[in-house]
């Protein structure tokens, strides 16, 4: 069984927390790891960029000038696309990029972007992730004891009202909960701090 130490609100090491191999134990799958977050990346997308082909832009409807006679060449419409201001051709048009990947795929991503943080050294469990009251300064305070100098992903088993709300004015650290994880997330974060009870949740989901 993999291992990993158990810190408390305060940075201090309390013991250790055995963990799933299946989940934090596996050799990680870089390319499916890429697969997964451009999936997100496509599947946040909005897809609304729009342009106006020569039917849509208005005016243009008159010929410029005769089609002979004048020396210069043919033209039909002010708003052809070779025309300033005029219409767009093979421009974007609304539409969406959303994809999906089949489930054993995102499942094998996900051990594997948890299973890379912890080789890392980047995955810190905590016994109990919850504040007194809401306090930017204890929030940065615990980060600092854990040795979090960049970006972090806080994981919760539920709202943590306290938490959430002590965290979110600090530049580079999101919240979120054990339910909603996603692959993007973790591997974007430099650190990945996790209640110890979030990560029976994640064991329970991801486990084989």
């Not at 005016?59 to 300033?84: E, F, N």
């Not at 489930?103 to 504040?131: H, Y």
């Not at 701090?193 to 949740?201: K, N, P, T």
Request: charged share 20%; hydrophobic share 40%; net charge positive.
């Amino acid at each position: 069984m993999a291992k990993t130490n158990l810190y408390d609100m305060t940075g201090k090491v309390i013991g250790e927390i055995e963990l799933n191999d299946s989940v934090f134990g596996i050799e990680p799958h870089v390319a499916l790891m890429h697969e997964v977050v451009k999936n997100y990346n496509a599947n946040q997308r909005q897809g609304t960029q729009s342009t106006l082909t020569r039917a849509e832009v208005r005016g243009g409807g008159r010929k410029p000038w005769r089609q002979k006679g004048t020396g210069r060449a043919r033209q039909g419409s002010i708003r052809a696309p070779q025309w300033t201001h005029g219409g767009i051709a093979l421009g974007p048009k609304p539409r969406t990029y959303r994809y999906t990947m089949n489930k054993k795929s995102r499942r094998l991503a996900m051990r594997s972007a948890l299973s890379a943080k912890l080789a890392a050294g980047n995955m810190v469990v905590v016994d109990s992730l919850k504040l007194p009251e809401i306090k930017t300064k204890a929030m940065v305070s615990f980060l600092n004891s854990v040795g979090c100098t960049k970006s972090a992903l806080i994981v919760t088993p539920a709202v943590e009202k306290n938490v959430v709300l002590s965290a979110r004015n600090i530049p580079g650290v999101q919240t979120t909960f054990a339910s909603v994880i996603n692959v993007h997330d973790i591997l974007k974060a430099d650190k990945f701090i996790v209640d110890q009870q979030a990560v029976s949740m994640i064991e329970e989901v991801y486990a084989q």
